[in-house]
């Protein structure tokens, strides 16, 4: 039972699911209910990891599909409120569950662009020999120009 000073507190996490663009059909289940926050944790992990969350957003189609999730709280259970926050914790990169790692995995395998480190990133494009610098100014700068800007 979670409560907050003394008020017995009730979550529920809605998902709302939407099909379409412009003629939208919209779906909303319940898929979590109760008062014990770490079983929330338990069953639904907050992760940091694209795709690892299974109550982050979501897209299939570029967006011809969309889920997402509210968090709800009640003190009486019939009457309920959004969560301004998400109710569960977030736990560090160095306590990544096996599915987490998995998922990891697959992104850098699929995405290995959005892994460069800061310095891979600065050594990529300094280290490139595959042009002159004077050729490529000559390519879109008129010889006027040059002038005015010299190098």
């Known amino acids: 039972m979670h409560s907050i000073e003394g008020i017995y507190m009730d979550y529920r996490v809605i998902k709302k699911t939407v099909v379409g663009i412009c003629d939208t059909t919209?779906?909303?289940?319940?898929?979590?209910?109760?008062?014990d926050l770490k079983d929330l944790n338990e069953k639904h992990p907050r992760s940091e990891i694209m795709g690892a969350d299974s109550l982050g957003?979501?897209?299939?189609?570029?967006?011809?599909?969309?889920?997402?999730?509210?968090?709800?709280?009640?003190?009486?259970?019939?009457?309920?409120?959004?969560?301004?926050?998400?109710?569960?914790r977030v736990r560090g990169i160095s306590e990544m569950t096996e599915f987490e790692a998995a998922v990891d995995a697959e992104n850098r395998q699929?995405?290995?662009?959005?892994?460069?480190?800061?310095?891979?990133?600065?050594?990529?494009?300094?280290?490139?020999?595959?042009?002159d610098d004077e050729e490529l100014d000559q390519d879109w700068i008129s010889p006027e120009e040059q002038a005015l800007y010299p190098l």
């Open 57 to 88: 957003r979501s897209e299939i189609d570029d967006g011809l599909i969309i889920m997402t999730c509210r968090f709800e709280q009640s003190e009486d259970g019939k009457n309920w409120t959004i969560c301004e926050d998400d109710p569960r």
């Open 26 to 35: 919209e779906y909303e289940e319940t898929v979590w209910q109760g008062s």
């Open 110 to 131: 699929r995405y290995p662009g959005d892994y460069l480190e800061e310095e891979d990133e600065e050594d990529d494009w300094n280290d490139r020999d595959d042009h």
